[in-house]
């Protein structure tokens, strides 16, 4: 049995069901990230791991002990809210003391591990400081250190980033990854963010409408997405309607141009199905080993300093496909006729019922 | 807002204010000094001195005093934990709450305290003398109701109530400890404020404590307005004062208090 378990985990409030069939193991000291647009479910099952909601039905355990039901403040799971939610009457040693005061530490204890906490955010100067008198960074640093401070078994971070500036939030999400790193502690992160939860994770949970999408490795979740949501959620990707030519050798034609995508279709002959290609599988101009090739008109460029991205005109399909700068880079015209090539292993052939949303940014 | 001084129009309606608020008082003042102008001393402190050294006014002052004091603390021990679950869990009941905190501006106190006396008629509360004592701090409760609700409620409408609550319990927390030492700290300048509105409502208060023959300030005061001249003005000059201090005390207090309960 795994360190953190969530076993057929459902939770169905009056007039909608917020997650269903929900199986998850986390090992010890694992960094696991629960990813999905709003209302997909996973704070819903983040609250229930930490004892604000009660599972409708399922179980979950923690270190061999079955927690379903046990009140919130038994569990010894460290919380850390997009709100900061520090208590604005305590100094920064107090908010982190709190916890240890409520367990009756001694007081030397707790002025040691107060002293501890503030070294590792890097705050010794701030401890007589109240929370309005800091920035939202800084507080939600101590809201870190206060969880931390208790030694829960699991930390809790509920898109603790949400409501900082971006700079702020590149910084202290590097931060939260070393601080887990160092102590080793079991965390599970929520967040809407895709580059966040790839960035970070261990294992990411991709959700969607309260079910698990895809468990994988940022590397799996990116490259192998298993289902049509997860392909257009996680990640740009370029979506191209198209008609399956022979399917057991994996030909299809994207309007009027042949590509090979690499293995045999589900979808017979003549059936309508998405080709769907991250940006930076595209390169610039032909090349061999099999490549496929899609010409079209380049209709815009945008320099972003390590790549480039081009919007491609193909045959009525804008594609947007990511360049890598380097010194000898030549870039094409606006207007100018470019030969995109890419590898057959890098399409991913959805459905054509698939939904997909989050077609080309 | 901007640095403009404002038309003249409405300084000139602000003076009429102020002279319709400023005329009176002064006069009350001057005539409460009048009590010696017929033995030719034009201002004369002695009303106030006679006023002073009667021992009613201590006695039925400590009355009054004792009965604010604990109106309040029972009002703060049922308002604080209502308005406070009310914001956490069942917010669907604000409105009626809402409503019901008009009630007491409705109904009269003249129809409160018959209402009180004929239902309790032949308990012990009206039986008594501690029942009835009983009976009239039951009626301040509902009197500070409005104001002390509302204002605790627009202190935990500031706060962040739900995830500070959260976070104390998953800090181990059990809901004494987050009560006592996360939100009633918080809510410490509205339950103040709450609390000397209250003061200032229980201490003055005339129709139910004489209904039920109760020996308050407010009654005391009116037994002087009846029988003496002079006194009364100067009387009504000390409680004004008293009031005036009460609110300047609740307005210092929610000064140096703001600061600390700011929240993001």
């Not at chain 2, 307005?251 to 600061?259: A, P, Y």
Request: contains cysteine.
């Amino acid at each position: 049995m795994a360190y953190l378990d969530l076993q057929n985990v459902e939770k169905h409030f009056t007039n909608f069901t917020a997650v269903q069939n929900f199986n998850l193991s986390v090992e010890k000291g694992e960094f696991v990230s629960f990813l999905g647009p709003s209302g997909c479910g996973k704070t819903t099952t983040l609250r229930m791991v930490a004892g604000f909601e009660t599972p409708s039905a399922g179980e979950i355990t923690l270190a061999g002990a079955d927690i379903t039901r046990l009140p919130a403040n038994r569990r010894n799971i460290g919380m850390v809210f997009q709100s900061y939610a520090l208590f604005p009457n305590m100094t920064v040693r107090d908010n982190i003391a709190f916890g240890m005061k409520i367990a009756r530490k001694p007081a030397d204890e707790i002025r040691r591990r107060v002293d501890e906490m503030l070294g590792i955010i890097h705050m010794q100067e701030f401890g007589h400081r109240f929370p309005h008198q800091l920035s939202g960074g800084q507080q939600q640093r101590v809201a870190l250190a206060r969880a931390l401070a208790i030694q829960p078994q699991v930390l809790l971070l509920d898109e603790p980033l949400s409501a900082l500036d971006a700079k702020i939030r590149l910084s202290l999400r590097q931060e939260i990854r070393q601080i887990q790193r160092k102590l080793g502690i079991t965390t599970i992160y929520v967040t809407h963010d895709q580059e966040e939860a790839l960035s970070i994770s261990d294992r990411i949970v991709v959700m969607n409408k309260g079910r698990i999408e895809q468990v994988g490795t940022p590397l799996e979740i990116y490259n192998t997405p298993q289902t049509a949501f997860v392909a257009s959620f996680v990640g740009t990707l370029n979506v191209l309607q198209s008609t399956v030519k022979d399917a057991a050798a994996g030909h299809v034609m994207v309007a009027d141009q042949p590509v090979n995508v690499g293995k045999p279709i589900r979808e017979p002959g003549g059936a309508a199905v998405a080709v769907a290609i991250r940006p930076e599988a595209f390169g610039l101009g032909e090349a061999g080993n099999g490549a496929n090739h899609l010409r079209g008109t380049v209709e815009d460029m945008y320099f972003l300093g390590s790549v480039v991205r081009l919007r491609v005109d193909v045959s009525g399909y804008t594609i947007s496909a990511d360049v890598f700068n380097n010194q000898q880079l030549a870039l094409p015209n606006r207007g100018e006729m470019v030969t995109l090539h890419f590898m057959p292993e890098a399409c991913m052939v959805l459905p054509k019922t698939a939904e997909v949303t989050a077609g080309v940014e | 807002m901007t640095k403009r001084r404002g038309s003249p129009l409405a300084w000139g309606l602000l003076g009429v204010g102020m002279l319709y608020l400023l005329v009176p008082l002064l006069a009350t003042f001057q005539f409460s000094t009048q009590i010696q102008a017929a033995r030719g001393i034009p201002i004369s402190f002695l009303a106030y001195n006679n006023v002073l050294s009667a021992p009613a006014l201590a006695e039925s002052f400590v009355f009054s005093l004792r009965t604010a004091l604990i109106t309040i603390a029972v009002s703060v021990l049922i308002v604080v934990p209502t308005a406070y679950w009310i914001n956490l869990r069942m917010r669907f009941l604000r409105p009626v709450i809402e409503f019901l905190t008009l009630l007491p501006f409705v109904i009269p106190a003249v129809v409160l305290a018959f209402a009180l006396i004929r239902s309790y008629n032949g308990t012990d509360l009206t039986n008594t003398r501690d029942g009835v004592y009983v009976l009239m701090v039951g009626a301040y409760v509902m009197l500070s109701f409005p104001y002390m609700y509302r204002s605790v409620d627009t202190g935990l409408q500031a706060l962040n109530i739900r995830a500070l609550t959260e976070a104390a319990q998953s800090l181990g927390a059990g809901w004494g400890t987050i009560l006592f030492r996360v939100v009633v700290p918080n809510l410490l300048v509205s339950i103040l404020n709450g609390a000397f509105i209250t003061f200032s409502i229980v201490i003055g208060e005339y129709t139910i404590a004489s209904l039920l023959s109760q020996p308050g300030f407010g009654p005391y005061m009116f037994s002087v307005a009846s029988r003496k001249v002079y006194e009364p003005s100067a009387l009504a000059m000390l409680s004004f004062g008293l009031t005036f201090f009460t609110i300047l005390l609740i307005q210092r207090l929610s000064r140096g208090r703001n600061v600390g309960t700011a929240v993001r």
